[in-house]
């Protein structure tokens, strides 16, 4: 199956979908995703943006934009956050294709850095992603890798 990449600002009904989708693979609470997508369709703002990797009907994979992602790094903006792939299609380069459409997107709106907070150590930097500082998360023990995107064309 094909999967097609959708930025919520193109598919505004997708909303409601896609806030519950990020609330049950995160347990972030549904109104907080709700309200980031709805700034997102309102504000007409670069950041926040949310963004779906959708198969036929269903949610396979999403990322999306906000100001800063749950740690101590205030100045470290905008941020990836809520990466996430199902897993029966995970390793056919869903997460990748949407971490290159965000960071596209991103640069056409005049973004060209951007900062991703993770425990993962590897899996970015297939996607050009480079390794920047620790950062501490809120509410976690030890601090997290924080990765930095730079296009530089």
């Given amino acids: 199956m094909e999967y097609e990449i959708i930025k919520l600002t193109d598919q505004p009904e997708l909303k ?17 995703y709700t309200k980031s997508m709805e700034e997102c369709l309102t504000e007409k703002n670069p950041v926040p943006q949310w963004y779906a990797a959708v198969e036929e009907d269903r949610i396979v994979g ?14 470290l903006t905008p941020n990836v956050c809520a990466v996430y792939t199902e897993e029966d299609k995970r390793c056919q380069g869903i997460a990748g294709a949407l971490l290159d459409a965000v ?10 850095t951007l900062y991703l907070l993770t425990d993962h150590s590897s899996f970015y930097e297939r996607y050009g992603w480079k390794f920047f500082c620790m950062a501490q998360g809120d509410g976690d023990a030890e601090p997290s890798r924080m990765y930095i995107h730079k296009d530089r064309e």
């Fill in 62 to 75: 999403g990322l999306g934009i906000v100001t800063n992602d749950f740690h101590d790094r205030l100045d």
């Fill in 103 to 112: 960071c596209a997107d991103m640069k056409a709106q005049g973004i060209d």
């Fill in 16 to 32: 409601e979908r896609a806030a519950q989708w990020f609330h049950e693979k995160w347990g972030i609470p549904l109104e907080e």
